[in-house]
């Protein structure tokens, strides 16, 4: 039922149009003709708007929070806060104001607008679904799943139904700590700044944003931000994003915010969703509405639970309430997540878009449990726009100068959805707290607190910090930096760190780095000294300067750590590390010279000579001796693999993203990545001047790559190939050397760039090679199918490495192993079981790794 809601009576315009004269008793008397003239033309030019408002509630009085108001037959609309509270801004005239709550009832007011503001609170009853008739199968299957199979028919139509559109996108952005510890790893957390009450809850994030978002059929967006809000940052940028929110029903699965989901409509769904029907309605606009129950078989499957409302005949999706929980989305941290949708028809015969669009979230981590919700409600929808052919490019997202700089007064006209009282005392809160924040005062008081010296930085270093001069500098501790290998024995590591910021943000800054390295067995004093300045965050150009004296790994990438040697040395009598003394300048550069095209090179001068062991010293295993520091002979304890020599070294490296997409803030770029294999190209060239005793070139293309393939899981490769074009003089240390790994237990092991059994310096070479490293990850598709061990929520992970060489010929590492193993944010641990083939083997290798995988 319709009912009409009037205002009071407009303040009436005393001035009438229509050819009749003022009246001498109106309460404004115009003289002047001009006046007239202009009054007058603003009148005819302009939309007289009004305001409705008020709070939405259910019956028994309790705020119904997100819920979608708009105006029918349009897409202008909006939801209410998380209080219930709305506001509607409309024109002049009668208008038919639709209220809506997924699991309620609409309802249906006629407003009849004259300027003035109208104060309407509505209360919305549950939903009565009444069953229609239906025809049960023999088997008794719920008349829900013949629904379900008429949308997913209808799926892929509704998915490519629209091949353009625009429109305007508000989001409102909030994460609040509902609950924090005292203390975390032994330090206080106090109020975080004024942040948090006294109960220990308060807003860390409240940002809003308005953009203009694009599309183009299949998958292409852009969207211009053009006002921006953060609270207790008025420089800040709001990090909110209209297609990140696109939970596309209509799409089989969703994976913006981790591992894929599937859709209730999705081709596949019924290995994954039961059904039930609930009951039908006919909504405002005369669509007989379904409710259907949507129940996830396991609670482990990437899949949601709730109720999606289908309309009859249309199939297509009239809204959503729906949740899931981080074992879903394979995100420890996260508790649950719930999503609401509302949609709206833009066009006849079929064409319905999202009005509203709801995420709230609950998280945990490290005790802290944090609530938050994103909010977007899109309006003035264009389904038809003429959208020039090369406005889409590589540009998600373009963020205008100056849309920080609004003020509230725009906001208070331009946002659809008003604040709540904690929202708008949180802005106020913050508007004081950044005059503080900034202030030298502040920032001087919270340097003297983390400026004291604690026993702490004893083993972890110290710093010092003037955060209102924007420097710290920080020393390192001897202690913790103390290691041992057989060339120095125990040697110490002193290192210095000064940083300077000549931004607020960061942007650019310069540091200067530097260490000094006694041996304490070989009696030498080492070190090193570098400057280093990086100018943007745009193209991240960036360069520096480095030199002095080092023991350095014949293989600079360091496969295995300092850490790892000294561990496997003192407790089992395995240097695994070889070392080489080099004396070295070099001046290095990097740069992204256009999207998706990067550019870094150095050149070094060195003078190297070969070391040997100093010490047999190690805890355990002491009558035997270590293995020489000849990586080519481990027995040959008198002789190195390379003479003393001068090097002289041009290195080039080229990393191509083809069409790279990325984010672009002002003064700042966040790259997001491709769709194809990123290339890169090295070239290394020996140069015979200046003294240089080298003569060579070599030149190395890699493709790597990380592919989603569905619920399937996502496999991740790295191929390369490489060769020296010219071969004169190449010493040991200039060789190729692959990434090895000899150890049971390496926690610092690169997975996608480094063997599982491969000695390190077995097969080092000057001629071509061609390897390939390869990993499946199955994502809980086969653990998360078998009871009890779904509950662990490990991940399936298998592969190989292959490496061919005229010196290895062929080469193999097959493994499958477990991954995500832990508990909470730290399901970290690895477990491979890998299985070692190459040429004139007898019989397979066998060997465990446990390492630590990061996600990423």
Not at 389 to 417: C, G
Request: proline share 3%; charged share 25%; with cysteine.
């Amino acid at each position: 039922m319709i009912e009409t809601v009037t205002n009071s009576e407009n303040c009436r315009l005393l001035i009438e149009i229509n050819g009749i004269k003022p009246d001498k008793n109106n309460i404004i008397l115009m003289e002047n003709k001009s006046i007239l003239l202009l009054l007058v033309f603003f009148y005819l030019h302009s939309n007289v708007l009004g305001q409705v408002s008020g709070k939405i509630t259910n019956t028994k009085g309790e705020p119904l929070s997100f819920a979608t108001i708009y105006v029918k037959n349009s897409t202008q609309g909006t939801t209410s806060n998380m209080d219930g509270d709305y506001e509607l801004d409309l024109e002049e005239g009668n208008h038919e104001i639709i209220f809506q709550y997924v699991g309620f009832e609409q309802q249906t007011k006629r407003i009849d607008m004259k300027g003035e503001p109208i104060a309407l609170d509505v209360v919305l009853n549950e939903l009565s679904v009444g069953l229609k008739e239906v025809v049960v199968s023999v088997e008794g299957e719920d008349p829900a799943y013949a629904i379900i199979r008429k949308a997913i028919k209808k799926r892929e139509y509704y998915l490519e139904q629209v091949k353009e559109y625009k429109c305007d996108v508000y989001i409102k952005g909030l994460q609040k700590v509902a609950d924090v510890p005292e203390k975390i790893m032994g330090m206080e957390i106090g109020d975080l700044g004024g942040i948090l009450d006294s109960t220990g809850t308060g807003i860390v994030y409240l940002s809003e944003s308005v953009s203009k978002l694009h599309f183009k059929a299949p998958n292409q967006f852009k969207e211009e931000m053009i006002s921006s809000k953060v609270s207790g940052n008025d420089n800040g940028f709001s990090f909110n994003q209209a297609n990140v929110m696109d939970f596309n029903f209509y799409k089989n699965t969703y994976d913006e915010l981790g591992r894929k989901i599937v859709s209730p409509i999705a081709n596949n769904a019924f290995n994954y969703y039961k059904y039930k029907l609930e009951g039908a309605f006919v909504d405002e606009t005369g669509h007989l509405v379904n409710k259907i129950e949507v129940i996830r078989k396991r609670d482990t499957d990437p899949s949601l639970a709730g109720y999606i409302y289908i309309i009859e005949d249309l199939w297509n999706i009239h809204s959503v309430d729906m949740w899931t929980n981080g074992e879903a989305f394979g995100q420890p941290i996260m508790d649950t997540m719930s999503l609401k949708q509302v949609y709206v028809p833009v066009q006849e015969p079929d064409v319905w878009r999202i009005l509203s669009n709801t995420i709230y979230f609950k998280l945990k981590i490290f005790g802290i449990k944090i609530n938050g919700d994103f909010t977007g409600v899109y309006s003035n929808y264009d389904v038809n726009p003429d959208i020039p052919k090369k406005y889409f490019d590589n540009q998600v997202l373009t963020v205008n100068e100056d849309a920080n700089t609004r003020d509230s007064a725009y906001w208070e006209e331009i946002r659809p959805v008003p604040l709540t009282l904690e929202e708008e005392q949180d802005y106020v809160k913050k508007d004081s707290l950044q005059e503080i924040w900034s202030s030298k005062e502040f920032l001087d008081s919270m340097d003297r607190k983390s400026n004291k010296f604690k026993f702490m930085n004893v083993l972890g270093g110290y710093t010092y910090t003037r955060s209102y001069d924007k420097w710290n500098m920080t020393i390192g501790s001897p202690l913790s930096a103390l290691s041992f290998n057989a060339v120095q024995g125990y040697f110490t590591n002193l290192s210095a760190d000064f940083e300077k910021l000549f931004d607020d943000d960061g942007n650019r800054y310069t540091n200067l780095r530097g260490s000094l390295v006694y041996g304490f067995s070989d009696k030498q004093l080492r070190g090193k000294l570098g400057w280093g300045f990086n100018l943007n965050k745009t193209d991240f150009t960036r360069w520096g300067v480095e030199g002095g004296r080092m023991a350095v790994q014949f293989n600079e990438e360091e496969p295995i750590s300092e850490m790892q040697n000294t561990g496997s040395s003192l407790f089992f009598k395995k240097n695994n590390t070889k070392y080489y003394d080099k004396y070295y300048g070099r001046v290095k550069g990097r740069s992204e010279l256009f999207n998706g095209f990067e550019l870094g090179g150095f050149i070094e001068y060195a003078h190297k000579k070969p070391l040997f062991n100093t010490t047999n010293h190690s805890y355990f295993y002491k009558d035997e001796d270590y293995f020489s520091n000849n990586p080519t002979d481990f027995s040959n304890y008198d002789e190195a693999p390379f003479v003393t020599h001068e090097a002289l070294t041009l290195g080039l490296d080229i990393q191509i993203r083809i069409k790279q997409k990325y984010l672009s803030y002002p003064n700042r770029k966040f790259i997001l990545g491709t769709d194809f294999p990123t290339i890169k190209i090295s070239y290394r060239r020996g140069i015979p001047i200046l003294g240089g005793d080298t003569d060579f070139d070599f030149v190395s293309l890699a493709l790597t790559d990380r592919v989603k393939l569905g619920i399937a899981g996502t496999s991740k490769y790295n191929l390369e190939g490489g060769m020296f074009l010219s071969d004169k003089s190449v010493p040991f240390t200039d060789f190729h050397h692959f990434n090895g790994n000899t150890l049971t237990v390496n926690f610092m092991i690169r997975y996608l760039d480094q063997f599982r059994m491969l000695e390190y310096y077995e097969y080092s070479t000057t001629k071509p090679y061609v390897k390939l490293q390869w990993e499946h990850h199955f994502d809980g598709v086969i653990l998360g199918k078998i009871p009890g061990i779904r509950k662990l929520q490990w991940g399936l992970v298998a592969g190989t490495n292959i490496l061919y060489s005229e010196k290895t010929k062929a080469y193999s590492e097959l493994f499958i192993g477990i991954d995500k193993i832990g508990w909470g944010i730290f399901r970290l641990v690895r477990i491979d079981f890998v299985t070692q083939l190459k040429t004139n083997m007898d019989r397979p290798r066998f060997n465990a790794l446990i390492g630590v995988e990061i996600p990423l």
